[in-house]
């Protein structure tokens, strides 16, 4: 089976630093766009960072200048690093690729669980 493990959430205080990594197991053929989302309490999830296949990034406004995406084609991980990290920030964060599996015809969309990452001082 296809997985997807989050780590590096926990607790930072406002303007720390996290680097949240995602490691993608399984019987991967084609590794397509992964990204980053986020959830917060009583709030809808958004997409915080996305990388594609060729490399082309894209972040969220709240995010732009702070966040800095990144992956591995060959180790099958993507990372997110997080700076200046503000209270706002504070959601669970959830690692998502876009993947062609082993004997399947079409990729699709997978999830990990989600690692939570908290900025209170």
């Known amino acids: 089976q296809v997985q997807l493990v989050e780590s590096g959430g926990g607790l930072v205080q406002p303007g720390g630093s996290l680097r949240l990594s995602c490691a993608a197991s399984?019987?991967?053929?084609?590794?397509?766009?992964m990204a980053w989302y986020r959830q917060a309490p009583g709030k809808q999830r958004e997409l915080v960072a996305v990388v594609t296949r060729g490399g082309s990034v894209n972040y969220a406004d709240s995010v732009k200048g702070r966040f800095t995406i990144s992956r591995d084609n060959i180790k099958n991980t993507v990372s997110l690093q997080m700076n200046s990290l503000k209270p706002e920030d504070t959601a669970v964060y959830y690692c998502?690729?876009?993947?062609?599996?082993?004997?399947?015809?079409?990729?699709?969309?997978?999830w990990g669980q989600g690692t939570q990452v908290t900025v209170s001082s």
């Open positions: 399984g019987s991967i053929a084609k590794l397509n766009a």
């Open positions: 998502n690729g876009n993947f062609l599996i082993y004997g399947s015809t079409w990729p699709y969309d997978y």
